[in-house]
């Protein structure tokens, strides 16, 4: 059964009571909470044969479930990893909808990333979700609501998930890396916005290595050590969603601290020496204009859209490179 996180005890508490279900719910909020586990869990309750507050994890139903052979449950996903949920996809969803359970009981659908569907894919999923045809129950899990089609949005039952307080991210990360150091997961969270799967995650992926080396490259850079096309080519193992996250925190932190002084605000240790001195020997037009650019790219990263990654961080860095200085 998927794991209850601690900062989902009220929000569990609230969808295992219910004694009716919506036919679809929208469980969304930031990546990296545990909405899928929760969706999960959910799913399990509403298919289980013998529920209380919680799966019975005995009957039939939840020992199909547990080894992915359940017959009325239906999990719609990217068929590759950032790509979009195409029409025929959820053409397969809507034929599954109008058949009848096989177990006699309810049938469910999980869709994540819901905002992953395609503009046909959605249009195609909307009579589904408005009637679904027997005792059919819809689970839509979102990082980013806002992307949905307000037709999709307003067919369902809004499920904010719960964000962990900083205290049961940080306990929750050292229960499962103890053999990082505080500094270490501290840095994580920051990265991840407190967000402790993401945090894991990014651990997983080797982040804080490859974090040490784009600051090392940014510092040789400003000091006109190495080149924007050298530090293009080194980084070519560095996903490029990290870089633009990475720049966009940092130009803002530079222009924040260009309108208040505010030394807190400069982030992570490992770039305040460098954003206080981009701040004080840069012009506020120019921090606008970087941020501007950068945000404007980061949305064509986020997109997907066909770059030249190595002419696309030379621009990038060419920017920052001539930021120190006059207009």
């Known amino acids: 059964m998927a794991e209850l996180y601690p900062w989902q005890a ?5 969808l295992s009571s219910r004694t009716e279900h919506a036919h679809a719910y929208l469980l969304q909020g930031p990546q990296g909470i545990g909405k899928r586990a929760l969706a999960d869990r959910l ?6 044969k013998m529920p209380g507050h919680e799966p019975c994890g005995a009957c039939k139903s939840c020992h199909l479930l547990l080894a992915g052979s359940h017959p009325d449950h239906f999990v719609l996903q990217p068929e590759e990893a950032d790509k979009a949920i195409l029409v ?19 049938k469910v659908i999980l869709i994540e990333p819901a905002e992953a ?10 009579k589904s979700l408005e009637e679904p045809s027997g005792n ?28 962990p307080t900083s205290a049961q991210a940080g306990e929750w990360l050292a ?15 920051a990265l991840a916005n407190d967000s402790p799967l993401a945090a894991r995650r990014l651990h997983d992926q080797g982040a804080l290595a490859q974090r040490a080396l784009v600051v090392e490259g940014v510092k040789r850079l400003l000091k006109q050590q190495q080149s924007p096309t050298e530090l293009a080519e080194g980084w070519k193992q560095v996903p490029l969603l990290w870089l633009f996250d990475w720049f966009t925190d ?18 992570l240790s490992d770039m305040r020496k460098v954003l206080q001195y981009l701040a004080q020997k ?5 921090v606008i204009a970087l941020q501007d650019w950068t945000l404007q790219h980061r949305q064509k990263v986020l997109a997907k859209a066909n770059l030249n990654r190595v002419l696309l961080l030379e621009s990038l860095l060419g920017l920052w490179m001539t930021l120190p200085g006059p207009s």
């Open 10 to 14: 009220a929000a569990w508490q609230q």
């Open 43 to 48: 799913m399990t309750l509403l298919l289980c």
């Open 88 to 106: 025929d996809q959820v053409r397969s969803l809507v034929s599954f909808v109008s058949q009848t359970a096989q177990l006699g009981g309810r």
């Open 117 to 126: 569907m395609n503009l046909n894919a959605a249009n195609a999923l909307l």
């Open 136 to 163: 059919t129950v819809m689970l839509l899990v979102s990082h980013q609501p806002s992307r949905l089609l307000p037709t999709i949005r307003s067919r369902c039952v809004q499920q904010p998930c719960p964000l």
């Open 175 to 189: 229960h499962t890396l103890p053999d990082v150091d505080t500094a270490a997961r501290e840095a994580l969270l």
């Open 250 to 267: 940092w130009s803002q932190r530079v222009l924040r601290y260009q309108l208040t002084l505010d030394e807190s605000g400069l982030g």
């Open 282 to 286: 840069s012009t506020m037009a120019k």
